[in-house]
């Protein structure tokens, strides 16, 4: 990754992706001066303060002379005399940048320039290109095919690059739903605390009022964007790819969505009964977190980490997208092409994302699971010391193998591991093995045998499946309800964080195709929420496993008492 970045820095100008670039491979809004390209005469300018891409003829913008420039024309002009006093009053200089101001009522004015050709129609940025306000009063506009070419040549870039420009121009707003859902989360996990006894029930409330609202809201754009769609066509105006492109995406969620609700409400019809176990485990989950409360820290440093992982995956990402090599046509004029090795980035620069972002949440897990267990087999729960810098430091010198590999591989196996093991219910044996290819072993659950054992990560999953071997009945229904009840947390954190994200997108005029910076938003709040709710869920799965190797060791007898306290072996046994 480091290697992909060094690359993308060296080669790639985001910038080129928001704003554009002129006939001579200038970025527009930058300082191309150290970009000097062989054998192009009027490279390497700064256009700095000049954002718009402007064309000598907007009748046939593939083959104009475009330049950059700070504004686009904002009133019609017919003649050359008129055109100098307007660039002399704005500013705005819609000539070639060699060419002094004195000679603009004087210059030929044609394709190629030096000066556009008349007359230059009012216009607006459009994806930071100069185009006429009023396509359908101009001239001939229909029968000329303006707004065709028009269209055309802004459909030329690929749909990704439309896609990563809406992205790098959100990306403030992109930070601040990242914040929301902090905020979100930090919310659930006071809930967690001091509202057990209730809490499952609020989450199960609000999981399924935020699935529909979610929902609700992902219909609505979907709608209002087919129904502006279908006024230009109705008018007849060439459609952006990248409008059509974001109905259909919309669309594809929106359907996603509905069948994910549907399934949600089902579920919980179907586990409604089980869930009441689970409050139980929450209040002992917060009895540990009085013990240890800067357990509740240990989100905050996650998701700073995981804040800054993001930010420089996507300037990469920005990078990457435009590391393209310069080509000089025949006329004189600089377009870019992709480099080759480019194409076979993208998708490792993709897994590096997931499985970053997995390892920094593993080894908030390790230390939450190592604190835990470290507090659970205490006797004297005065003499705990510092359990968390404690498992900090025995992550940092010992474990960082086993957290990388475990954040690779449970991941990865998920999908097939749950394939095994439904295949192997619906044969109807139970002996099944699927256990020879591992894959039952490789669970989150490990990091706490790694913690408590220090053994490697392969060994520990193998340790943590035979513990739960023993009690798997009632430990894995308990065990599952509460997984359950945490990831509809989770969901209702994303589910929010992501309608509040369409509902502010879709009020920003610039943005044309925000499904992805959406899309996005939901996967980064998924991950904010998953570093706070795991705090809990590792702190159950760990109480969990502690149990079981309590009850390997002890009898509960004068002479071989538990290590657990009362209330969480009763607890705990009552499930069972």
């Not at 954190?493 to 994200?501: A, L």
Request: proline share 3%.
């Amino acid at each position: 990754m480091i290697f992909i970045a060094a690359f993308s820095i060296s080669e790639g100008d985001p910038f080129r992706l928001v704003y554009g670039y002129d006939s001579f491979g200038n970025t527009c809004d930058s300082d191309n001066s150290g970009k000097v390209i062989p054998g192009v005469r009027y490279a390497g300018w700064n256009l700095k303060g000049k954002p718009y891409l402007f064309f000598m003829n907007i009748r046939d913008p593939d083959h104009s002379l475009r330049i950059c420039v700070n504004t686009c024309p904002e009133t019609e002009i017919h003649k050359p005399q008129v055109l100098y006093a307007v660039s002399q009053q704005t500013g705005s200089l819609l000539c070639r940048y060699d060419l002094d101001l004195s000679l603009y009522a004087f210059a030929n004015r044609t394709l190629h320039g030096p000066c556009p050709v008349l007359p230059i129609y009012k216009s607006e940025p459009l994806l930071n290109r100069c185009v006429p306000t009023d396509l359908i009063h101009i001239e001939n506009w229909l029968e000329a095919n303006i707004a065709n070419n028009i269209i055309a040549y802004l459909n030329k870039s690929n749909i990704f690059q439309k896609a990563l420009r809406d992205l790098y121009e959100s990306w403030n707003i992109v930070i601040a739903l990242c914040f929301l859902a902090v905020a979100f989360s930090v919310v659930m996990v006071l809930i967690l605390r001091f509202l057990a006894s209730v809490a499952v029930w609020m989450i199960t409330g609000l999981s399924v009022l935020t699935s529909l609202v979610g929902t609700a809201f992902l219909w609505w754009t979907f709608m209002s964007n087919k129904s502006k769609l279908d006024h230009e066509e109705r008018e007849k105006i060439p459609l952006l790819e990248v409008d059509i492109f974001s109905e259909n995406t919309f669309l594809t969620f929106s359907i996603i969505a509905s069948v994910l609700t549907l399934m949600l409400l089902v579920s919980l019809i179907v586990v409604r009964r089980r869930l009441s176990l689970v409050s139980g485990l929450l209040q002992e989950a917060g009895a540990c977190v009085s013990a240890m409360p800067l357990l509740l820290l240990q989100p905050l440093w996650t998701f700073v980490l995981l804040l800054i992982f993001f930010i420089y995956w996507v300037t990469v990402l920005a990078f990457l997208c435009t590391a393209e090599k310069p080509t000089v046509t025949e006329s004189g004029y600089v377009t870019y092409h992709e480099h080759e090795v480019v194409t076979h980035f993208w998708w490792y620069h993709l897994v590096g994302l997931f499985w970053v972002s997995e390892y920094i949440v593993a080894c908030q897990s390790f230390v939450v699971c190592g604190a835990v267990a470290r507090w659970y087999f205490t006797r004297d729960k005065r003499q705990l010391g510092f359990p968390i810098l404690g498992n900090i430091g025995r992550l940092i010198i010992f474990h960082q193998g086993s957290v990388a590999l475990g954040s690779f591989i449970i991941p990865l196996l998920r999908f097939p591991r749950a394939v095994f093991l439904f295949i192997s219910k619906k044969v109807n044996r139970s002996d099944t093995r699927c256990d020879c290819l591992g894959l039952r072993y490789l669970k989150a659950d490990s990091y706490t045998v790694v913690a408590v054992g220090g053994k490697n990560f392969c060994t520990s999953a193998k340790k943590s499946y035979c513990m739960l071997m023993y009690n798997t009945f009632g430990l894995a229904s308990v065990g599952s309800s509460a997984s359950f009840v945490l990831l509809l947390s989770k969901l209702v954190i994303m589910v929010g964080t992501g309608s509040f994200s369409v509902f502010w997108f879709k009020s920003q005029k610039d943005f044309h195709f925000y499904a992805i910076p959406v899309l996005l938003v939901c996967v980064l709040s998924y991950f904010i929420a998953h570093c706070f709710i795991s705090v809990f869920e590792m702190i159950l799965s760990s109480m969990l496993l502690c149990f079981c190797e309590d009850r390997s060791l002890n009898d509960g007898s004068l002479e071989r008492p538990y290590f657990g306290s009362r209330n969480i072996v009763v607890g705990i046994k009552f499930v069972l």
